[in-house]
């Protein structure tokens, strides 16, 4: 090696030897200290669009829907409840089609309204006095009793009789016989009453603390000749007490088969296996016509918007899912009633919101409308727009076919309009 060559050459080595730590010093800052992370991007305020819907949860009896913490459940348009129309407005005494005239029954809050065995007065409930009385189409009252049951939380009436079940707050139970003033208080753990057509039993659901001791049970009205027809455990919610017209069957059980679709179960006493129905949707609520030939019912998916779809099917015997019918109707049973065993009146909210499916409380400021449906043929026809904006909460029509008796949800007091 030529050490002068090399002390010639000194400097040039040390000006690129402090090159090359400058760009070595310059790679590890940016491969270890300077941050990779790209921007985060502006965020619109609302994060959710219109179109988002809120995931049901599961729910245990008497329990609302579940919502999303976050979401702000919109609430319907305001209505106006009183001069709903132009002075003008032709305003015709018997429903034909057009608006309506509505007459007040009963101003004070009426609760649980059932037709009685007459087939032309109403049974109800006033739960701040706690009295039940009967009413007749000119809105008097006759009081049922003179004892009084304050703050009842749900009531099973019996199909044919002045009997019922009344549910309290605490869990307390009490089966009384109006018209022979009888009274037997029933177990704590038993709820969600239904009598069956010939009101010599009822079925129930034993909600025992212990998840693993609850049942689908039967008894006589009084308590006496229990037992337990099917295990439910921790499906209590998915079960629902409902007996048959024919009283083949005590409850149902609804069970999702897919994302849009469910099966319904049919319960009876004697571990019959029944044929089951394919529900066009999930979170189904329904009601048997009078004979119980078939089922209507309301069910939601993602096709509907999630809102709820009325449908008829046939629900007794071999012919149980034949006759699958689309009344084209967005409500639910418990706006319905039957006037017999093919003709059904509905009260449908003028509009149903996106949604509503699984919150019904969209459209609490809704007013409905009357439709009639055929369910033997599954025509349906308007009936009637009501002369004021009304959101009906319970609605039954007289035996003889001439009267609707309702209640709307926004006073819950009791009116009534002239079908015939």
């Given at each position: 090696m030529n050490l002068q060559n090399l002390s010639k050459n000194k400097p040039v080595l040390i000006i690129g030897f402090l090159i090359l730590c400058i760009i070595i010093a310059g790679a590890l800052y940016f491969l270890f200290f300077k941050s990779t992370t790209p921007p985060i991007p502006d965020i619109e305020e609302d994060g959710i669009t219109g179109d988002a819907l809120p995931i049901s949860g599961e729910r245990e009896p008497g329990e609302g829907d579940v919502t999303t913490p976050d979401v702000q459940i919109p609430t319907g348009p305001e209505i106006t409840r009183d001069d709903a129309f132009e002075p003008s407005t032709q305003v015709s005494d018997i429903a034909r089609g057009d608006v309506?005239?509505?007459?007040?029954?009963?101003?004070?809050?009426?609760?649980?309204?059932?037709?009685?065995?007459?087939g032309n007065k109403l049974l109800?409930?006033?739960?701040?006095?706690?009295?039940?009385?009967?009413?007749?189409?000119?809105?008097?009252?006759?009081?049922?009793?003179?004892?009084?049951?304050?703050?009842?939380?749900?009531?099973?009436?019996?199909?044919?009789?002045?009997?019922?079940?009344l549910e309290f707050p605490d869990g307390s139970n009490v089966y009384y016989d109006f018209k022979n003033d009888k009274q037997v208080t029933l177990p704590k753990d038993w709820t969600e009453f239904g009598f069956n057509s010939t009101e010599n039993q009822i079925a129930f659901k034993d909600m025992n603390s212990n998840v693993d001791k609850r049942f689908l049970g039967t008894s006589n009205p009084d308590g006496s000749n229990a037992k337990y027809i099917e295990y439910i455990g921790g499906e209590d919610h998915n079960v629902t007490v409902k007996w048959s017209p024919t009283n083949q069957i005590a409850a149902t059980y609804a069970t999702g088969s897919?994302?849009?679709?469910?099966?319904?179960?049919?319960?009876?006493?004697?571990?019959?296996?029944?044929?089951?129905?394919?529900?066009?949707?999930?979170?189904?609520?329904?009601?048997?016509?009078?004979?119980?030939?078939?089922?209507?019912?309301?069910?939601?998916?993602?096709?509907?918007?999630?809102?709820?779809?009325?449908?008829?099917?046939?629900?007794?015997?071999?012919?149980?899912?034949?006759?699958?019918?689309?009344?084209?109707?967005?409500?639910?049973?418990?706006?319905?009633?039957?006037?017999?065993?093919?003709?059904?009146?509905?009260?449908?909210p003028k509009e149903m919101p996106d949604g509503a499916g699984w919150f019904p409380e969209l459209t609490d400021n809704i007013g409905d409308n009357i439709y009639k449906v055929n369910i033997a043929t599954g025509s349906v026809s308007f009936v009637a727009q009501p002369q004021y904006e009304y959101n009906i909460e319970q609605m039954q029509v007289s035996e003889n076919g001439e009267t609707l008796f309702f209640t709307d949800k926004f006073s819950q007091t009791l009116h009534k309009m002239q079908l015939k």
């Open positions: 309506t005239k509505i007459t007040n029954l009963d101003g004070s809050k009426t609760d649980f309204i059932k037709i009685d065995s007459t109800a409930y006033n739960k701040e006095s706690g009295a039940f009385y009967k009413i007749d189409e000119e809105g008097n009252k006759v009081s049922l009793s003179g004892k009084t049951f304050k703050n009842v939380s749900d009531i099973a009436w019996a199909p044919e009789s002045e009997k019922a079940i897919n994302a849009d679709y469910s099966k319904i179960y049919f319960i009876g006493q004697n571990k019959e296996n029944f044929r089951s129905i394919d529900a066009n949707g999930y979170n189904v609520e329904y009601d048997y016509t009078p004979t119980g030939s078939h089922i209507v019912y309301s069910a939601q998916n993602s096709l509907s918007g999630h809102k709820p779809v009325l449908y008829a099917v046939e629900a007794s015997g071999d012919r149980i899912g034949y006759g699958h019918t689309n009344l084209k109707l967005q409500t639910w049973p418990d706006k319905c009633t039957f006037s017999n065993d093919t003709t059904m009146y509905c009260a449908v």
